[in-house]
């Protein structure tokens, strides 16, 4: 079965991500993949270097990026419910979606910069064309909504992303890194997609290439939050399962959700090579 990866970080996931821009389409090569999206946090600053990589790998770019949401109006530069940001994943799906993003992202840090660069509802709403839209991870809205017990505000959630993308725009993401909360996001996130008819798709959060390359992540992530190793996982990682899988991996994960995996492919072919 096909499997493409869209939510993944690269180097530019400043002190996040370890996955070198230029070895990224190389590993999807070598899995047997034919595209592959970057997803840098609430940044573009890799999307041309990388573009350029896929092409000359024979990979299909996918450009996108992991924005951060302000709980409220982005410049109101504070929290609410002791929460600044959430997190939402944007991928390209035409010239007009590239030109969007570009705006949005941008606006993030000009208007919107409080701990991370956000923007807002509004500002997502004027700009949305051309977009696809991904439900990201436990730092997303929806899946903090059911960690938190409120199933009433993931499902108000998602059909304002509805509203805002369109109906056939708008997904609902399934992860599984061996942590409990997303084994409880999961089961409700499927229950969600019946009852609203937001489609399924599955992502691994990609943040290094090989599972051995979760120590070098860790180093980074130690220096990002000023912990040390041993106190890092507890924080942020607690697996080493955050790295480029092999499509029968991934169907090893969510094969009792076929529609999951076949529509990571399906958004890749929607998706603007430029």
């Known amino acids: 079965m096909d499997f493409v990866h869209l939510h993944l970080h690269s180097e530019y996931s400043l002190l996040d991500g370890a996955c ?5 389409p190389k590993k999807a090569k070598e899995l047997g993949q034919s595209a592959v999206a970057i997803t840098d946090h609430g940044n573009m600053f890799g999307a041309v270097e990388f573009y350029k990589a896929c092409l000359d790998e024979g990979i299909k770019p996918i450009i996108g990026c992991e924005v951060y949401v302000a709980p409220a109006d982005r410049f109101e530069k504070s929290k609410v419910n002791g929460s600044a940001y959430s997190h ?3 991928l390209v ?8 993003l570009s705006y949005l992202v941008s606006s993030g840090y000009t208007e919107g910069f409080y701990i991370k660069p956000r923007i807002d509802i509004d500002i997502l709403r004027a700009h949305s064309e051309g977009l696809i839209a991904l439900s990201a991870c436990l730092a997303g809205y929806i899946p903090h909504s059911i960690v938190a017990g409120n199933i009433k505000g993931a499902e108000e959630y998602i059909r304002l992303m509805q509203d805002i993308f369109g109906r056939e725009n708008f997904y609902l993401e399934l992860q599984n890194h061996g942590i409990a909360d997303q084994t409880t996001v999961n089961k409700a996130l499927v229950e969600l997609s019946k009852k609203t008819g937001a489609p399924l798709v599955c992502t691994n959060d990609v943040h290094y290439l090989d599972k051995s390359d979760s120590y070098i992540q860790s180093i980074l992530m130690s220096i990002q939050t000023n912990t040390t190793i041993s106190e890092t996982p507890k924080i942020s990682f607690p697996t080493n399962e955050f790295y480029m899988k092999s499509a029968d991996e991934m169907e090893g994960l969510f094969g009792e959700y076929e529609n999951a995996i076949s529509n990571t492919v ?3 072919q929607q998706s603007w090579q430029g």
């Open 266 to 268: 399906k958004i890749a």
């Open 20 to 24: 070198r821009v230029k070895d990224i």
């Open 88 to 90: 939402l994943v944007l």
């Open 93 to 100: 799906k035409n010239e007009v979606g590239y030109k969007n």
